[in-house]
C-alpha cells in the first residue's frame, strides 16, 4: 500500500535552471511533509519541511510547495548546481496517529544535473 | 562530532544464516529507528526504539526480524534464516527527541547481500 508515490524515477535538468520534483499521496491525515536527499553508498539527509498549515516554505535554493486539495507537494531547486545530482525522496507523517514521527517515503527521484 | 554509525556497511550471508546489523546513534540521541529499502523502492520503517524499549514495531516483519537498544552499546537489528527476499539496504536513524519536527538523522546504511 504506497501512501506516497514519486511517479518519476529520473529527471535531468541543466545546471542553472530549476529541478521540479513531484509528490502525491493518497492519506488524507498526512499533516508533516519532508524531502530528503541522497547520495550513493551514503544515508538520507534531511533537507526541507512543511507542516500542512502552510503551503509553502523556502529554504535557500529549496523550495517545498504543498497543495493538500490536490495532495501534491513538490520541491523546487532553483538554481540546480551539479552537487544537487542525488535522490530525492518525500516523505509524509500523521502526526495524530504517529506522533513520534513516523514516516512513509516515497521510491525516490533521480535527480541528473549537467553542465 | 561523529554521526550515526552502521556496521557493517556490507554483509553477505547464505540462505539460513543469520544476520547481525549494528547502529551507533548520534551522541546523545536516545530514539533509533530502522529501515529498509528494496531494490527500486523507497525506505520503509520497520521499527522505533527508545533505550530498552520497542515503541512501535509495526513495519517488522512477524517473523525472524527482531531489533533491541540496550542500555548499554548499539542497537542491533537480527534476521534469522536470511532468505534472498531480506537482500536490502538497511538504515538506521537517530534523533534527540521523539517530536515530529525533530529531524532523523540517517546512517549510511547496511547492504545485506543473501546468497
Known sequence: DQQVK????????????????????TNSMFDYFLWYKKYPA????F?????????????????????KSAKHLSLHIVPSQ?????????????RATDSWGKFQFGAGTQVVVTP | NAGVMQNP????????????????????????????????????????????NIIDES???????SAEFPKEGPSILRIQQVVRGDSAAYFC???????????????????????
Not at chain 1, 47 to 67: A, P, Q
Request: hydrophobic fraction near 30%; glycine fraction near 10%; aromatic fraction near 10%.
Open chain 1, 82 to 94: 551539479p552537487g544537487d545530482s542525488a535522490v530525492y525522496f518525500c516523505a509524509a507523517s500523521d
Open chain 2, 9 to 52: 556497511r556490507h554483509l553477505v550471508r547464505r540462505r539460513g544464516q543469520e544476520a547481525r546489523l549494528r547502529c551507533s546513534p548520534m551522541k546523545g540521541h536516545s530514539h533509533v529507528y530502522w529501515y529498509r529499502q528494496l531494490p527500486e523502492e523507497g525506505l520503509k520503517f520497520m521499527v522505533y526504539l527508545q533505550k530498552e
Open chain 2, 93 to 115: 536513524a537517530s534523533s534527540g527527541t521523539s517530536g515530529i519536527s525533530d529531524t532523523q538523522y540517517f546512517g549510511p546504511g547496511t547492504r545485506l547481500t543473501v546468497l
Open chain 1, 42 to 45: 551514503e544515508g538520507p539527509t
Open chain 1, 6 to 25: 514519486q511517479n518519476s524515477p529520473s529527471l535531468s535538468v541543466q545546471e542553472g535552471r530549476i529541478s521540479i520534483l513531484n509528490c502525491d499521496y
Open chain 1, 47 to 67: 533537507l526541507i519541511s512543511i507542516s500542512s498549515i502552510k503551503d509553502k516554505n523556502e529554504d535557500g535554493r529549496f523550495t517545498v510547495f504543498l497543495n
Open chain 2, 59 to 65: 513495519g517488522m516483519p512477524k517473523e525472524r526480524f
